[in-house]
Each structure stands twice: as C-alpha cells, then as structure tokens.
C-alpha cells in the first residue's frame, strides 16, 4: 500500500505543462486521477477543484505556437493519488 501521509497535498488547481505556474513536479513523483462528475478521466492536462473545470486536449489541432488546442469541461471535479 502506498503511505499518504509522505504525499505533498493536492493543489486546487494543477497543471501537466511545466511552463505552467500551476505546475508543481513534487506532485507527479506519483500518479494522480482525476475523476469528472464522478467518471475517471485518463487524458486531463489541467484541473481546477474549486471552479469546477478540467482541460483536455483537442485531438492533434495545434494553436499557432504549436500547443495543443484544449477544450474546457465543467462539473465535479476530484482529485486523488492511484
């Protein structure tokens, strides 16, 4: 079993891209699920507890600077360590 009490705390809101200044590394060390209205999701790239909003990628469509397009979806979010 994994012990959680070594785990750093989820943030509210947490980023995959490191360019990001919602990325924290010290997070990933593990896995992290993200379930949306109750359903796990695999392909997040963003969350936000508190707004209540999850981005994913939109297929392979790049944005002029060669990021991946992302669509916002909104519901329950939750956050977990696997």
Known sequence: ????TT???LPDRL????RSPHHVAAVFEQQVGIKLNDK???????????EGWIK???????D???NLMQIKLK??????YK
């Open 1 to 4: 079993m994994n012990d959680t």
């Open 7 to 9: 785990l750093p705390p």
């Open 15 to 18: 980023s995959i891209d490191p």
């Open 40 to 50: 796990e999701r695999l392909n997040v790239d963003e969350y936000c507890i508190s």
């Open 56 to 62: 994913i990628s939109a297929g392979k469509a790049v």
């Open 64 to 66: 002029r600077k060669g």
């Open 75 to 80: 519901g329950k979010v939750e956050a977990f």
